[in-house]
């Protein structure tokens, strides 16, 4: 059985989302191919319709997940029940005539006909169905969506199987009560690829600049025990809200999670006791990347906001040092800036000791990056563990 995983819109990133979380489920990261710019093909004996659904329902960076169909006759002979819903998607990197979607989506239904099945089709408006028009339709359930998978060479048609809760996504990051304008907040679904970049399936993460909380809420959403703490008060009672708000929405349940207040350059020892007698898996954050910028900034200021963020991330390092040797793993995004003469960022060696492993390289043949058009910041996501 073959499968496809759509790429949502930041492909580096998730391509090294899907290669770790798949060696966490133990199934090699050489069985994924790339059959185009938004089609990841994966061939291996380790996979089923469950486990991919299971796996597909942790990631951020994915839009849909399917199988791939390679004889449509027999694909259309399954027996339904009730009135089949249909749609059809082509998921492609050229232009789609649309019309094609409706002779296509007639002759299945005459074929539904002749076979004494009614059935009803749902077409998109320009190329994808969204999730709520596969959702709201029961189509998974009732039908199926049909993916036309197209690259330069070749076509192939997709059945899907999932399709990305989006709704629950949008929820969480307009709907929480708490929220920091000025601070910024990650999207959740940058949040989630972060947390399963640690390539665990549970443990303890701990976010030490947790803002308002959207890495701890993803973590607690994936299942993994969190710590949250902040310089700011209000940030560690915005974030203790927010996952209050998770629970009480439905989406935990029988988490531990802490929450405390911490100037990451001044840890005093009680704090410092609190994280030796936790056994930390993963630090996963987003440093404190100086006030929000509109302009270009100087290359003076670059150096001066670089130096701030260098000084952060090294208490960090020497924190996870005096609490313990053990194994870790560190996802952590650092800012670069944008000047007249182009970006500026650290150079992530002058930082990490040899003991520390960059992994970005083992999953990605492209930078993990992730900004918003005309921004003057862009943010590098590094994957490094302490073995
Ligand atoms: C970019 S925000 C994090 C936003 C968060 N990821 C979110 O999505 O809500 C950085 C956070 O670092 C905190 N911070 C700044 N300096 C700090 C320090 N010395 N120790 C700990 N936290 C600090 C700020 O209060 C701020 O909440």
Not at 76 to 90: C, H, I, P, Q
Not at 210 to 232: F, Q
Not at 250 to 263: A, H, M, P, R, V
């Amino acid at each position: 059985m073959q499968y496809f995983f759509q790429l949502g819109n930041f492909k580096g990133l998730s391509q090294a989302e899907l290669s770790i979380v798949f060696e966490s489920y133990n199934i090699s990261k050489d069985s994924i191919k790339n059959f185009s710019e938004k089609i990841l093909l994966i061939d291996s004996k380790d996979l089923n319709d469950n486990l991919v659904k299971r796996i597909f329902n942790r990631l951020g960076g994915y839009i849909r997940v399917g199988r791939v169909v390679n004889d449509l006759e027999r694909f259309l002979e399954k027996e339904y029940e009730g009135k089949v819903v249909f749609g059809l998607s082509y998921i492609g990197d050229s232009k789609f005539d649309i019309n094609k979607f409706n002779s296509l989506a007639k002759q299945l239904k005459k074929y539904f006909r002749d076979k004494g099945v009614s059935s009803r089709f749902i077409l998109p408006k320009k190329t994808e169905l969204n999730a709520a028009q596969v959702r709201k339709n029961l189509m998974l359930e009732k039908g199926f969506e049909l993916c036309i998978l197209e690259n330069q060479d070749s076509q192939l048609y997709g059945e899907t199987l999932e399709i990305q809760d989006i709704d629950s996504f949008s929820d969480r990051d307009y709907n929480k009560p708490s929220v920091d304008t000025e601070m910024g907040m990650l999207p959740p679904k940058l949040a989630r690829i972060m947390c399963n970049l640690t390539g665990l399936q549970s443990g303890v993460i701990w976010d030490p600049f947790c803002g308002s909380g959207t890495i701890p809420m993803e973590a607690t959403i994936l299942g993994y025990n969190v710590l949250a703490s902040d310089l700011n008060i209000e940030a560690v009672k915005a974030t203790d809200k927010n996952i209050v708000w998770l629970s009480n929405n439905g989406y935990i349940s029988d988490i531990l999670y802490e929450t405390f207040q911490l100037d990451i350059t001044k840890p005093t020892g009680e704090v410092l006791k609190k994280l030796k007698h936790t056994q930390i898996d993963a630090v996963v954050f987003e440093l404190y990347m100086g006030p929000p910028q509109t302009k270009l900034v100087t290359e003076t200021q670059a150096d001066t906001l670089l130096n701030d963020v260098k000084v952060l991330l090294e208490s960090v390092i020497k924190i996870l040092e005096e609490i313990g040797k053990r194994k870790i793993k560190m996802i952590v995004i650092i800012p670069s800036y944008k000047t007249e003469s182009g970006w500026k960022t650290l150079r992530i060696r002058e930082i990490f000791s040899k003991r520390w492993y960059v992994l970005n390289k083992e999953y990605s043949k492209e930078d993990l990056k992730w900004k918003r058009n005309n921004s003057i910041i862009c943010r590098n996501i590094f994957i490094l563990e302490r073995k």
